[in-house]
Every structure is written in C-alpha cells, then in structure tokens.
C-alpha cells in the first residue's frame, strides 16, 4: 500500500475480526472490506500490495460499509451503508451517488445482501437484516417480493 496501515488498526485480514462487506466486480476480481481497508482476494488469500485504504481506490466510498453486492444484470456493484447506497463501475463511482436505500421501499438499512443470479427462469437479489430477509425478482419495479420479509428460519 502507498501508507502501510498503524499496528493494532483494521488492516489485519487474519486478524479474527469480520470483515464488512466482501463482493466481486464485473471483471470477476474480488474484494474484502473492513472499516477503512479493502483487500484483493486470489486463490492464496490477499494479494500482495494490500490492504489499501478505501478512499484512495474507492473514491466517495465511505468506510464501515454494511454490505455490498456486485448485480449482474446492470454489471454494476451496490455498496450498502446505513440508510445509503452507492453504485459503482469498477472502482468509479456512478454519477448522481450515493442515493437513499428508501428506493427498495420496505428495506431502511441492511446488514448484508447477496445476487443470486439465474433460478426458476428469474433473476434475484437478496437483503438481510435483523434476522429477517427481503427478495427482489428482476424487473419487479425495486419492490419486494410478495410475502417478504421473512424469517431467515423460513426458507424461500
């Protein structure tokens, strides 16, 4: 990294603390982040040269993110934090970010979301929070699913 990150900070991926976010990008490379730090991941673990600081590669992301989530569909990643979002292309953020998660209608904040990509002919994407979870089809105009949010304890 350009400043090597101070002992006892963050930039420690081994260090037993969970990480905040971890996503792909369109170009398949994928991503760790935890408080100011982000990290390459290979097949071995971090790639040499990290963690980075979020802010010099991520500009306008904020650190501590809540989730994020790399959307096929829109070969777009969503970054998650509080009641926030941000979209990406690459590492450069869209113009006109970040926006208010209230888009999603019923969502306010989410402690982690996921794509999960072809199933049944559909495309879907998933936010969880406070043990619940919400579903959101492709092309359902941002809203949930009918029936959401559920119980992580009750299966799709």
Known sequence: PVNPPPPGDDADICSGDSLDAITRLA???????????FWQLGEGGALPGYPQ????????????LDAAMFYEI???TYFFKG???????????????????????TVRDIDAALYYGDWDGKTRAYFFKDGQYWRYTHGASARTDSGY???????A
């Open 27 to 37: 170009n398949g490379t994928v991503y760790a982040f935890r408080g100011r730090y």
């Open 83 to 105: 009641g926030q979002y941000w979209r990406f292309t690459g590492d450069a953020m869209d113009p006109g970010y970040p926006r208010s998660i209230s888009v999603w209608r």
């Open 149 to 155: 949010p559920r119980p992580l304890s009750h299966p």
């Open 53 to 64: 600081l979020i802010e010099n590669v991520w500009q306008g992301l904020p650190a501590n």
């Open 74 to 76: 829109n070969g777009k």
